[in-house]
């Protein structure tokens, strides 16, 4: 294990979001807002992992597994933020009409 500047700012990114979870999931769940961001923190921390195990070097550890750990954390972030900026701005869930496909869904959504 090699210590690094990466590596401290990747553990201290991985207790913030640590600690923020523990402090969303001890409030009220039923909020569609507060599951959410429980949800985007989430995704957060898988980021977060992936940074702390690929900087850390830890002996037997593949490098390529843990960057794609931090790929699937980055691409489940941004999905995650726009279902909680939904939320927040208190919009409606997407319709039902709007499911049936993505160009409809597109048309749907960009028509409000």
Do not use: D, E
């Amino acid at each position: 294990m090699t210590i690094t500047t990466s590596f401290i700012i990747s553990l201290v990114a991985l207790l913030s979001y640590g600690g923020l979870v523990w402090g969303v999931l001890s409030s009220n769940l039923t909020s569609w807002i507060i599951r959410s961001f429980s949800l985007y923190l989430a995704a957060m921390i898988v980021w977060g992992f992936g940074a702390f195990m690929l900087f850390g070097n830890f002996s037997g550890t593949s490098p390529l597994f843990w960057t794609r750990v931090m790929l699937a954390g980055s691409m489940a972030a941004p999905i995650a933020f726009f279902g909680f900026t939904r939320a927040f701005v208190m919009r409606a869930r997407i319709p039902p009409v709007c499911r049936n496909s993505r160009s409809r869904w597109l048309i749907c959504w960009s028509s409000k």
